[in-house]
């Protein structure tokens, strides 16, 4: 026979307040295990570093661009550059080569796109490549065009998949400046006959990285080497991989380089392969 204890249970546990049961009491229950530095279990606040914001050298109304190409950027709201804006504008109105690294969204269409323009109203026989890696991108990209653009008669065509064939063929009859579009849709109208690319004196390459991760590479070399053999290369790129830095070494020559709002171009950078793996740049 077993005795029932006080509680009203014959092995001793006692009634919980929940309905269930407890288990036996031990004198008074556990004991918490105490620590004597707490500290080490406290998420402490990484305290943030004051960071000055970017101080562009330039301003639109600075540029050495058209007076119409600048009252229609500054009456689109642009008073003051983005860093790539700064330091890109400049380095594409001298004519040269440029790499430009930076994140989307950092301003690099009117980066390329406004001095493009101004080369173009300097001289109206230039003709100006532009490759996107999606239609969407092409698309704004022509937009932002035609709003700098305007007033100047100035033309652009608009060559992407999703689109009827047909009425991109029809507007490349006509008087054009700007060619924008993505590679593959660019490339069939070449085989088409459609265009030639030996009057184009400019080509920009914008998110290359992505035309590289979706298989764009053997297009845009088509593209390219039916191009003069002396024509300025825009290289636009969100990040700088190895297989990137294998493109630029094969697309530009003596390329001014942007990165993280910084220029380097220095005959020292030019002739030290070290130096430049060591700071990101194309060896």
């Not at 088509?222 to 700088?240: C, D, E, G, N, V």
């Amino acid at each position: 026979m077993y005795r029932k204890s006080s509680h009203g249970s014959r092995f001793g546990r006692r009634p919980s307040r929940f309905g269930g049961h407890k288990g036996p009491s031990r004198g008074g229950g556990r004991k918490h295990a105490s620590f004597k530095d707490v500290s080490k279990f406290i998420n402490k606040a990484t305290p943030i570093l004051d960071v000055e914001p970017y101080k562009p050298v330039n301003s639109f109304a600075s540029f050495a661009i058209d007076s119409r190409l600048k009252e229609n950027v500054i009456s689109s709201g642009y008073i003051h550059p983005t860093p790539i804006q700064d330091q890109a504008i400049p380095a594409v109105l001298s004519g040269g080569d440029l790499v430009g690294i930076a994140n989307t969204g950092t301003g690099k269409t009117a980066a390329f796109v406004i001095p493009l323009l101004n080369k173009v109203i300097n001289d109206r026989n230039q003709k100006v490549l532009i490759m996107a890696p999606t239609r969407e991108l092409a698309i704004q990209i022509d937009q932002e065009l035609k709003k700098f653009a305007f007033g100047t008669q100035i033309f652009s065509v608009c060559a992407v998949g999703g689109a009827p064939i047909s009425w991109q063929i029809k507007d490349l009859r006509r008087s054009y400046n700007f060619l924008i579009g993505t590679p593959g849709r660019l490339k069939d109208l070449l085989e088409r006959r459609c265009f030639s690319l030996d009057t184009f004196q400019t080509v920009v390459l914008d998110e290359a990285d992505r035309m590289l991760d979706m298989g764009f590479i053997s297009d845009m070399r088509a593209l390219i080497s039916a191009m003069p053999k002396y024509h300025q290369t825009l290289f636009f790129s969100a990040t700088l991989s190895n297989d990137i830095k294998r493109i630029i070494n094969e697309f530009l020559k003596n390329p001014t380089n942007y990165e993280s709002g910084r220029i380097t171009n220095t005959k020292k950078e030019r002739q030290n392969p070290l130096l430049r793996r060591r700071r990101g740049l194309p060896c």
